[in-house]
Structure formats: C-alpha cells, structure tokens
C-alpha cells in the first residue's frame, strides 16, 4: 500500500537548534496527514511556504525517485497513536513523524516493516 500525497503543501519551514537543520512541515488537510522532517539547510533552499508538493511514501523501493527533489529510504522506531498513526523514524540520523487520520488497516499494515521509502517531488 502507497501513502500518495498529491494535493500537499508545506506549512512551514523552521529553524532547529542544530546549525544547517531545517523543520519541514508538510501538510494535507484532505488526506488527514501531517509530516514534520529534519532536513539540511540545503536540501531546503528550493522549497517555500505554501509551495505544493508530491508525498509519496512506501514499504518498497519507489521506482521513479531518482527524477524527485528528495528520495530516501528511513527505518521505523515507533508506531503509536489512539485512532490516529503516528510513526517516528529516521533519514540517516533525522527525525521523521508522520501522522495519519483515520488510517486503513492496509496502511497500518504498511509500517509493519523496519524500514520505509520517502519522495518529494
């Protein structure tokens, strides 16, 4: 199962307190979803507030993510969450939250593996 993002927009994007670490806020209020990465400052530069963007996440390696402006493969450390999902994990060492409203017993089931694939485009 895919977790596709078409109509996403980024929320905001923040300072943390490590030098050259940005906060990504990506947002869609019509899927339910809410994700937060740590990103370096320059993978951050071409994108903005309110830019639309492409979230595609998913169990297995995606296969057109060397045409995107971000592709990563991450390892789940936690799953939570009372009705909601809420998944921490990492990109090589950067926090990754991804938060889903309402999610189906097959999206559930896709973080059931150690390790997820992440493209924005």
Same mark, same amino acid.
């Given at each position: 199962?895919?977790? &596709?993002?078409? %109509?996403?927009?980024?929320?905001?994007?923040?300072?943390?307190?490590?030098? &050259?670490?940005? $906060? $990504? &806020?990506?947002?869609?209020?019509?899927?339910?979803?809410? $994700?937060?990465?740590?990103?370096?400052?320059?993978?951050?530069?071409?994108?903005?507030? &309110?830019?639309?963007?492409?979230?595609?996440?998913?169990?297995?390696?995606?296969?057109?993510?060397?045409?995107?402006?971000?592709?990563?493969?991450?390892?789940?450390?936690?799953?939570?969450? %009372?009705?909601?999902?809420?998944?921490?994990?990492?990109?090589?060492? $950067?926090?990754?939250?991804?938060?889903?409203? %309402?999610?189906?017993?097959?999206?559930?089931?896709?973080?059931?593996?150690?390790?997820?694939?992440?493209?924005?485009?």
């Amino acid at each position: 199962m895919v977790i &596709r993002l078409r %109509n996403a927009t980024i929320d905001a994007i923040e300072d943390t307190e490590t030098k &050259r670490l940005k $906060l $990504l &806020r990506i947002g869609s209020k019509a899927e339910g979803v809410k $994700l937060t990465l740590e990103l370096p400052e320059a993978l951050c530069d071409k994108m903005s507030v &309110r830019d639309g963007i492409v979230v595609i996440i998913d169990s297995k390696p995606i296969a057109r993510g060397d045409k995107s402006k971000l592709y990563a493969e991450g390892d789940i450390f936690k799953i939570g969450g %009372n009705g909601d999902l809420e998944m921490v994990g990492a990109i090589g060492g $950067l926090r990754v939250v991804l938060t889903l409203a %309402n999610p189906t017993p097959a999206k559930k089931k896709m973080f059931a593996a150690d390790r997820f694939y992440l493209m924005l485009s």
